[in-house]
Structure formats: structure tokens, C-alpha cells
């Protein structure tokens, strides 16, 4: 008789995890609820730096995206993309401006890094629009919260790291 696997990874009280829209926050617990006469077992995340608490029904853990923190190897993978060469295309920044949104919605560290690698400036450059100084810093914030997670480091050491990799690119 062969085990079925639980497709829904398996979460515990203390866990950083990355919801797509959010970012990294951190595993609160887990709570029983009646909803419209259903019982759902949630899923308690709590977003500290936007100070907010998600629940999610461990039911759909699967399909809204959430997901454990990136290994190293994945965020080696997202400070190489840092490092690669920008690859602006020249269509209209409305256009491009919705595709940033939806890659740093994504929560793929690595589709993130290139939205940061696309949007950076450094000194001598163009100054950057409203707009793209916002989507850049969205990004680079998301970012450096999984980079800071994963390498366990602070905050002010993240963006320091990864200041350094972005002016060395």
C-alpha cells in the first residue's frame, strides 16, 4: 500500500514563510474557525514590518502561493540575476510597469532581483520617475527581507549586502 503525499508542505509555529503579495512574515500558529458553517484550520502569519496578520485556510496554502523561505541555492541564484546585465525593454512604461508589479507579486526571489537589477541606478545615471523609484523600492525591500531571512542577518546588513552586489554589477 503506498502513502499518498500531502501536496500542501508541511508548516510549523516559528516558520518564515512568503506569501506572494506580501513577502516574508513569520508563523504565529495555527487556529480553528467556523466560517459560514464551515470549519477551516488557519494558517496564522504575521507581517511585522507592515504590521499585519494573515490567516490562511491550510486548505489553500497550495494554490495562494504560500511557500516556505528560498534555500541558499535560490538566493544565490536571485544575487547572480542581481549581478547580470539590465535588460530594459523599450516598450511603453506602463506596460513594463505592470510586468515588475506582477513578477514582485510572484514572490520568485529570482524574478524579483530582476526587477531590482532593471530598475537600479547608480550615481551619474538618469534620475528615475515617481513610479519607477516606487516599483524599485518594493522590489529591493522584498527582496532584502527573504535575502535577510535566509542568511539570517539583519535588516541594515541586507540592504548593505546587497548595495554592494548592485554597485559592483
Known amino acids: 500500500m503506498s502513502e ?13 514563510v512568503v506569501y506572494p503579495a506580501h513577502g516574508v512574515g513569520l508563523i504565529k500558529g495555527f487556529e480553528d474557525q467556523e466560517i459560514a458553517g464551515h470549519n477551516l484550520e488557519l494558517i496564522v502569519i504575521d507581517f511585522e514590518k507592515d504590521r499585519m496578520t494573515l490567516r490562511v485556510p491550510k486548505t489553500k496554502a497550495d494554490s495562494s502561493g504560500l511557500r516556505p523561505l528560498s534555500t541558499k ?12 546585465r539590465s535588460r530594459v525593454r ?14 514582485i507579486n510572484s ?22 520617475s515617481y513610479s519607477e523609484r516606487q516599483i524599485y523600492q518594493a522590489a529591493f525591500d522584498r527582496l532584502m527581507r527573504e535575502f535577510a ?7 541594515d546588513s ?4 546587497l548595495e554592494t552586489v548592485l554597485q559592483a554589477a
Not at 107 to 125: K, T
Not at 149 to 155: C, G, K, Q, R, T
Open 158 to 161: 541586507a540592504v548593505e549586502q
Open 73 to 84: 541555492n535560490q538566493m544565490d541564484r536571485a544575487i547572480k540575476t542581481l549581478k547580470g
Open 4 to 16: 499518498t503525499k500531502d501536496p500542501t508542505p508541511q508548516f510549523s509555529k516559528g516558520d518564515h
Open 90 to 103: 523599450r516598450t511603453m512604461w506602463s506596460r513594463r510597469a505592470q510586468e515588475y508589479e506582477a513578477k
Open 107 to 128: 514572490g520568485n526571489p529570482i524574478s524579483i532581483a530582476e526587477v531590482v537589477r532593471d530598475l537600479h541606478r547608480n550615481a551619474g545615471q538618469p534620475d528615475q
Open 149 to 155: 531571512a535566509v542568511e539570517n542577518l539583519d535588516e
